[in-house]
């Protein structure tokens, strides 16, 4: 009797769960959906300042001496093990490499950062004298009458 009591009693609380899943997901499908979002129109990154860009052009210059430093260690340790290894001409080589790789860097590192930063500074200065003026517009009221 009381396996038969258990059984009903789950089959009752099965079809009761049922039935409130099934309303609320009848009560889902009846609201209308949202309106679709509406596209955004593709916003440009916003420029970088002035003091943006001298900034980035010296992380440039960071980064070209951080590599370089790295090319110019990594030839010098092959080339320090190739000529432990009775190999000198590669080691020269590999040292070698390494100094050139690094001079790139170096280089480009150099390039771009003092790029970056003559630019800021051109716009730095150019804000002191080409915006200065939009302040001072004159009245409309017209040349004065004597």
Known sequence: MRSQRSIFLALFVLVAASLSGSGSHAQQQSTPAPPPPEQAQPTTPPTR???????????????GAGGAAGNVAKGTG???????TLHPVKG???VGKGV???????????AKGSGKIVKGTG??????????HK????????????
């Open 49 to 63: 300042s002035a003091g943006g860009d001298v900034g980035s052009g010296a992380g440039d210059i960071g980064k």
């Open 123 to 132: 716009r730095g200065i150019g804000h002191i004298f080409h915006h200065s």
């Open 92 to 94: 020269v080589g590999n």
């Open 135 to 146: 302040d001072n517009q004159p009245s409309e009221a017209g040349p004065p009458s004597n």
């Open 100 to 110: 050139g790789v690094g001079a790139k860097d170096a280089g480009v590192g150099a």
């Open 78 to 84: 092959k080339g320090a093990a190739d000529i432990v």
